[in-house]
């Protein structure tokens, strides 16, 4: 069974900064993608940074420049580091990991709640 567990989010003000992080336990094979989605209220769960197999990143369009994904893989936690947020950014942000196998499967974190503030 595989848990991931998210920590890091809260109430900041327009402009600052919050890092997120994700750590994940259990039966993780290798061949994996993990990233971080997030979901306001009234939308679709969208995705906001990520990891491909191959370890290269990528994000969306609206936080291009001002959000930093990372990861430690001694540890299998990644990191979203939030700079410069904007009230939009306000949703619960969760973790997702994906094992690509034969049986594909995927989990999620239980989520993070960021509040930012104008």
């Known amino acids: 069974q595989v848990q991931l567990v998210e920590s890091g989010g809260g109430l900041v003000q327009a402009g600052g900064s919050l890092r997120l992080s994700c750590a994940a336990s259990?039966?993780?094979?290798?061949?994996?993608?993990m990233g971080w989605y997030r979901q306001a209220p009234g939308k679709q769960r969208e995705l906001v940074a990520g990891?491909?197999?191959?370890?290269?990143?990528h994000s969306a369009d609206s936080v291009k420049g001002r959000f930093t994904i990372s990861r430690d893989n001694t540890k299998n936690t990644i990191y979203l580091q939030m700079n410069s947020l904007k009230p939009e950014d306000t949703a619960v942000y969760y973790c997702?990991?994906?094992?690509?196998?034969?049986?594909?499967?995927?989990?999620w974190g239980q989520g993070t709640q960021v509040t930012v503030s104008s």
């Open positions: 259990g039966n993780i094979f290798s061949s994996n993608t």
């Open positions: 990891f491909t197999t191959g370890g290269s990143t």
């Open positions: 997702n990991l994906r094992i690509i196998s034969i049986v594909p499967m995927e989990y």
